[in-house]
T-cell receptor, first 112, second 111 residues
Framework: SAVISQKPSRDICQRGTSLTIQCQVD?????MFWYRQQPGQSLTLIAT?????????ESGFVIDKFPISRPNLTFSTLTVSNMSPEDSSIYLC?????????FGEGSRLTVL | QKEVEQNSGPLSVPEGAIASLNCTYS??????FFWYRQYSGKSPELIMS????GDKEDGRFTAQLNKASQYVSLLIRDSQPSDSATYLC???????????FGAGTTVTVRA
């Protein structure tokens, strides 16, 4: 399976600020996704990161709040904009490899 | 109706016993099914995938899929304390890799 690295692994942020999470994969992957896991909850898909075009967002998630970039087949970023305490979650990058989905280590954000 | 539902747990089993986890899904067209294990504070780790009806075994883990009943299960044989974790059931729609997850079942294996 691909090795997926995320940065930062954790951060504490102030309300109203924005934070960008990076996802780096050690091989080229076609499909890349961003998930959110709120405290005590399961995972929810935010969007599909499309290489060279705008991300595809799931219901309840919008580009202004979660802008995503994917400049190439090994890298993507997710920005959490204008954060509020409700955005405190683990954000996970995932990629498809050999027909299965693998996750990065996640970025744990706490918004004060 | 939730897309994926799991038995709520928590599930406590003695060491060496079989842990049985159940999952149902609402979309009859669901294509692929996965079980992930998530330790506290860690990201999900894929432990089993299953695509066709029947059983699939991998070491101490057996996944069972019944598409007619829209049911998938995971059996953990000879449970070990290291199996204590939350187990997440997930599925994909046809021709896509977008995962829908269940709420998870927390398993505790007591020594």
């Amino acid at each position: 399976s691909a090795v997926i690295s995320q940065k930062p692994s954790r951060d504490i942020c102030q309300r109203g600020t924005s934070l960008t999470i990076q996802c780096q994969v050690d091989s080229q992957v076609t499909m890349m996704f961003w998930y959110r896991q709120q405290p005590g909850q399961s995972l929810t898909l935010i969007a599909t990161a499309n290489q060279g075009s705008e991300a595809t967002y799931e219901s309840g998630f919008v580009i202004d709040k979660f802008p995503i970039s994917r400049p190439n087949l090994t890298f993507s970023t997710l920005t959490v904009s204008n954060m509020s305490p409700e955005d405190s979650s683990i954000y996970l990058c995932s990629v498809v490899g050999a027909g299965e989905l693998f996750f990065g280590e996640g970025s744990r954000l706490t918004v004060l | 109706q939730k897309e994926v539902e799991q038995n709520s747990g928590p599930l406590s089993v003695p060491e060496g016993a079989i842990a049985s986890l159940n999952c149902t899904y609402s979309d009859r067209g669901s294509q692929s099914f996965f079980w992930y294990r998530q330790y506290s504070g860690k990201s999900p780790e894929l432990i089993m995938s299953i695509y066709s009806n029947g059983d699939k075994e991998d070491g101490r883990f057996t996944a069972q899929l019944n598409k007619a009943s829209q049911y998938v299960s995971l059996l953990i044989r000879d449970s070990q304390p290291s199996d204590s974790a939350t187990y997440l059931c997930a599925r994909t729609p046809p021709n896509d890799y977008k995962l829908s997850f269940g709420a998870g079942t927390t398993v505790t294996v007591r020594a």
